[in-house]
Nanobody, 124 residues
């Protein structure tokens, strides 16, 4: 089992940048595929980005491609989400998630463990 704690959210203006971090407990972090998801008020949770165990495979939602970058540091048990050129529509609670199986998938139900989330608010 793994516990996930996100940090780095906040209130920013459109065009600004933020870097989210997700720290994982345990000694087997490198065995998990990691993902970032977000949920805006009144909307379903949606996929943002995923990274394979070694970092060799990365996937992004079309809405963030070219603006967001996911990365991981297995030595620090941490996954990051660098968000550039933020837009008001990026406003949401951002959660990281861990998956025990190999594929870096984009589906919410395929992930096994979830953090509590961190709020990102982008003003226009």
């Amino acid at each position: 089992q793994v516990q996930l704690v996100e940090s780095g959210g906040g209130l920013v203006q459109a065009g600004d940048s933020l870097r989210l971090s997700c720290a994982a407990s345990g000694r087997t972090f490198s065995s998990y595929v990691m993902g970032w998801f977000r949920q805006a008020p009144g909307k379903e949770r949606e996929f943002v980005a995923a990274i394979s165990r070694s970092g060799g495979t990365i996937r992004y939602a079309d809405s963030v491609k070219g603006r967001f970058t996911i990365s991981r540091d297995n030595a620090k048990n941490t996954v990051y989400l660098r968000m550039n050129s933020l837009k008001p529509e990026d406003t949401a609670v951002y959660c990281c998630a861990a998956r025990q199986r190999i594929a870096a998938v984009t589906t919410v139900r395929e992930y096994d463990y979830w953090g509590q989330g961190t709020q990102v608010t982008v003003s226009s």
